[in-house]
Structure formats: structure tokens, C-alpha cells
């Protein structure tokens, strides 16, 4: 129940915090949230897996669900801020700007973000949207070193008990396809090669889509909130589903080493037989 819970304030934070938000949206972001707290709630209470990754081997999932809630609430703060108003808007719109420049030079993601925005945009508005993807940028980047150093620091998730495939990983069947090790490697650098490479994809297509449905999203602050946090939470979990799915890799190469250097010196020496 408790993680149901965190689910809806979580999807719920830019609804909560930015005013003007009328009753369809309000409506619309409650059942969304309801639906997917329902979800989780009935996925952690089940007996066997469903479709969540890694439930059963914390704190991967906690990483994820508090890096999305930083995101949506700093970003919520930032768009509802106005000229002149909000001095913790302000200020955390000045770190994302530091944040953002320091990171917009060719071919990066913050300049494909700056890039994509239309001329003629207001000075004021620029800079909200530089700040907030610099926030969220910044969010996605201190996840990700979090979850990294828990993974080669704390050796995640070996904790004293074997870690159950099935469990964590339902959608992975580790019976078919070749030796699981290879899969499990194949499948970690596909994950990073595409969280890496998504973070470049998705302004593109999100422009696309806009310019296609005729959408106003500079004007919608949830629009912006959520854009902003996706751009950088997706990467975020394919990342560190690459890096969790690797260091399982390597802990089922170690266990099958050990297991056959035991069966190695528990088989019986040969008997040289008589000339």
C-alpha cells in the first residue's frame, strides 16, 4: 500500500503544485495515478511476477521513483515561478541555467533541447526552459552516479541471499535463446546504447509529434514538467537497467565459476593403470 501511495503523490506533484490546472486535467492526472497505484500495489502484493523489474532487489526501483518525484517537484517550481516572484524558483532556476550552459556546446543533448525551440521565443520563457532542463538533466545525472556506486561499491544486489532471476527479471526467460550470460550481456549494452542515444532521439520526435497534433507545449507548464522529466527519466532507466542486468551477468559468471571448480576438485583423481 505504501508504495501505491508514493506512486499516486508521485504522479500527482505537477497537478498539486502548479496552479490554473483545471478539473478535466486534474481528473485525467487521478486516474492515471490511481491506475498505475493500483498497479504496483497489486504487483508488489503478488505471489509470482508480473511485469516489474527488479522488485524484489532494492533499492533499484527507489532510485527511479525518487529521481521522477525530484524531477516533477524542482520543475514544478521553476514553471509556476513568474518574473520577479518565488525566490526558491529563482534560485533553483539559476543552478539549472548554470547547469544548462555549462553543458550546451555542439552536438549535446541541452543544445538539440535549445535547438529545437522556436526563434522569437520569449527571453524570460528561454531561460525557464534552459533552467528546468538543466535541473532535470542534473537529477538524471546524480541518479545515475547514486546507482552506479551502489553497484560497484556496495556489490548490488548481493546482500547475503541469491538473487531470484525470475523475480526480478519476469519478462527475461532464462530457458531459451543460448547461454544466459551472453544474453544478459547482449541485453546490457542494447540498454546503454539506447539510453545514451535516446536522450538525442526524443526532442526530435517530440517536435515532430507536437508540429503533427498542432500542440501548443510551450504554453502547457505540465506539458513542459513532464517533456523535461521524460527526456531525462527514460535514459535514466535504460541506463541503469544496462548496468543492473551487467552486474547480474558477472554474478552468475562467478557462480558458475565456483560451482565448477568445485565439481572440479570434488571429482575423483584418475588411477594410473599398471604397465
Given at each position: 500500500m505504501l508504495r501505491a501511495f508514493i506512486t499516486l503523490i508521485v504522479i500527482a506533484t505537477p497537478a498539486l503544485m502548479i496552479p490554473g490546472t483545471t478539473t478535466e486535467g486534474a481528473q485525467m492526472v487521478m486516474l492515471v495515478g490511481l491506475t498505475l497505484s493500483v498497479f504496483i500495489g497489486v504487483e508488489y502484493a503478488a505471489v509470482f511476477p508480473g511485469l516489474v523489474e527488479f522488485r524484489d532487489a532494492p533499492p533499484f526501483n527507489r532510485v527511479r521513483i525518487l529521481s521522477l518525484f525530484l524531477s516533477l517537484f524542482l520543475l514544478s517550481i521553476v514553471v509556476t515561478a513568474e518574473q520577479g516572484q518565488s525566490s526558491l524558483a529563482l534560485i533553483v532556476n539559476a543552478f539549472g541555467l548554470m547547469i544548462s550552459r555549462a553543458l550546451d556546446f555542439p552536438f549535446s543533448p541541452m543544445n538539440l533541447i535549445i535547438e529545437q525551440l522556436p526563434e522569437g521565443i520569449d527571453p524570460f520563457l528561454l531561460d525557464k526552459i534552459r533552467g528546468m532542463a538543466g535541473i532535470s538533466l542534473l537529477v538524471a545525472v546524480v541518479s545515475m552516479i547514486v546507482f552506479a556506486l551502489l553497484v560497484r561499491l556496495h556489490q548490488w544486489p548481493a546482500r547475503g541471499f541469491a538473487f531470484n532471476v525470475w523475480v526480478n527479471?519476469?519478462?527475461?526467460?532464462?530457458?531459451?535463446?543460448?547461454?544466459?550470460?551472453?544474453?544478459?550481456?547482449?541485453?546490457?549494452?542494447?540498454?546503454?546504447?539506447?539510453?545514451?542515444?535516446?536522450?538525442?532521439?526524443l526532442p526530435v520526435v517530440a517536435v515532430l509529434a507536437a508540429n503533427h497534433i498542432d500542440a501548443a507545449v510551450l504554453s502547457s507548464p505540465h506539458t513542459l514538467?513532464?517533456?523535461?522529466?521524460?527526456?531525462?527519466?527514460?535514459?535514466?532507466?535504460?541506463?541503469?537497467?544496462?548496468?543492473?542486468?551487467?552486474?547480474?551477468?558477472?554474478?552468475?559468471?562467478?557462480?558458475?565459476?565456483?560451482?565448477?571448480?568445485?565439481?572440479?576438485?570434488?571429482?575423483?583423481?584418475?588411477?594410473?593403470?599398471?604397465?
Open positions: 527479471l519476469p519478462t527475461f526467460d532464462p530457458t531459451t535463446g543460448g547461454d544466459i550470460i551472453k544474453r544478459l550481456r547482449r541485453d546490457s549494452r542494447v540498454n546503454l546504447i539506447l539510453g545514451f542515444c535516446t536522450p538525442f532521439l514538467v513532464w517533456g523535461l522529466t521524460l527526456w531525462t527519466f527514460i535514459p535514466l532507466s535504460m541506463l541503469m537497467r544496462g548496468l543492473a542486468m551487467g552486474r547480474i551477468a558477472d554474478m552468475i559468471a562467478q557462480r558458475r565459476a565456483r560451482l565448477t571448480a568445485a565439481i572440479g576438485a570434488d571429482a575423483p583423481k584418475s588411477v594410473a593403470m599398471p604397465g
